[in-house]
């Protein structure tokens, strides 16, 4: 059972943001740890389990801000395809980062982050009509949002990425350094 003591801790953290960024949506619009754990998992996980763990969290708690804003919007096939896109492309970019240190996997943080908003903005500026198709369009897509918008583009932005920044530090923190702390409380004898 204590082995399995991260994981579920893991995924009560996912769900409980998940949850509260849901019902805080305009507090704490995209504080959430699906981007970090995608992360992690492609930077620290093997086989399967890099991408399983992640994408099965994010499906269990993906319905919850359309059932707490009764908006199906946030379930048709388009938006859950470019979520899914730029989950795998977060994936990569932790898989890239597996065997650097420390500052260079908080910037991989940053930078997968930032491609995230940039894949999710860039298919709302190709899909929604409220963007003109130019680069003002674009660029009104990522950061300011649609207009008489209450939240600006960036904000999610800035959001995801104190999120990525603290859950990655969390689940590095949680599977280097906790391990090393439980081993070291054991009396050497019965080691």
């Known amino acids: 059972m204590q082995r399995f003591l991260p994981l579920v801790f893991f995924i009560v953290l996912v769900v409980a943001f998940r949850w509260v960024?849901?019902?805080?949506?305009?507090?704490?619009?995209?504080?959430?740890?699906?981007?970090?754990?995608?992360?992690?998992?492609?930077?620290?996980?093997?086989?399967?389990?890099?991408?399983?763990?992640?994408?099965?969290?994010?499906?269990?708690t993906y319905p919850?801000?359309?059932?707490?804003?009764?908006?199906?919007?946030?379930?048709?096939?388009?938006v859950l395809f470019t979520t899914a896109a730029a989950f795998v492309i977060v994936h990569f970019i932790g898989k890239h980062m597996a065997t650097r240190s420390i500052s260079s996997i908080l910037a991989g943080a940053v930078v997968s982050a930032m491609?995230?908003?940039?894949?999710?903005?860039?298919?709302?500026?190709?899909?929604?009509?409220?963007?003109a198709k130019h680069l003002g369009g674009l660029v009104q897509s990522v950061w300011t949002g649609p207009a008489g918008s209450p939240i600006p583009s960036w904000v999610?932005?800035?959001?995801?990425?104190?999120?990525?920044?603290?859950?990655?530090?969390?689940?590095?923190?949680?599977?280097?350094?906790?391990?090393?702390a439980s081993a070291a409380a054991i009396p050497a004898e019965v080691r």
């Not at 849901?22 to 930077?43: I, K, R």
């Not at 491609?115 to 963007?131: E, I, K, Q, S």
Request: aromatic share 16%.
């Open 21 to 60: 960024g849901s019902v805080c949506a305009e507090s704490f619009p995209n504080f959430q740890p699906l981007t970090a754990l995608f992360f992690c998992g492609g930077m620290m996980a093997k086989g399967w389990r890099s991408w399983a763990i992640p994408a099965l969290a994010w499906l269990v």
């Open 64 to 78: 919850i801000p359309a059932m707490l804003h009764q908006s199906a919007g946030y379930l048709t096939p388009d």
């Open 115 to 131: 491609a995230f908003h940039l894949v999710t903005n860039g298919a709302a500026w190709l899909g929604n009509p409220v963007y």
């Open 156 to 180: 999610f932005l800035r959001n995801m990425v104190a999120a990525n920044l603290l859950f990655t530090a969390i689940f590095l923190y949680g599977r280097f350094v906790l391990p090393r």
